[in-house]
Nanobody, 122 residues
Framework: QVQLVESGGGLVQAGGSLRLSCAASGRTFSSYVMGWFRQALGKERERVAAISWSGGSIYYAGSVKGRFTISRDNAKSTVYLQMNSLKSEDTAVYYC???????????????WGQGTQVTVSS
């Protein structure tokens, strides 16, 4: 079992920045692929970014590439999402998730955090 707790959401003006953190507890953090997802009101959940076990491989959705940066600190069992140049369309609840799959590009995630709201005002 892995427990995930997100923090760092809030209200920010368009063009601003936020950094989300997701602290994990439970089984060995470094054995999980970590991802950030978001779900806006009335829309489907979207995978925003993913990072492999050691951080050597990273995926970004096209909508955030060049603006968001995912990173992880295995010693602290924490994954981060640095969000710059925020736009109103980035407004959503952001979730971190952990996958025990053997492929780092998996879309199957086993554990989810409770989510943190990010609101970007224009």
């Amino acid at each position: 079992q892995v427990q995930l707790v997100e923090s760092g959401g809030g209200l920010v003006q368009a063009g601003g920045s936020l950094r989300l953190s997701c602290a994990a507890s439970g089984r060995t953090f470094s054995s999980y692929v970590m991802g950030w997802f978001r779900q806006a009101l009335g829309k489907e959940r979207e995978r925003v970014a993913a990072i492999s076990w050691s951080g050597g491989s990273i995926y970004y959705a096209g909508s955030v590439k060049g603006r968001f940066t995912i990173s992880r600190d295995n010693a602290k069992s924490t994954v981060y999402l640095q969000m710059n140049s925020l736009k109103s369309e980035d407004t959503a609840v952001y979730y971190c998730a952990a996958s025990g799959d053997s492929s780092w590009l998996t879309t199957k995630y086993d554990y989810w955090g409770q989510g943190t709201q990010v609101t970007v005002s224009s």
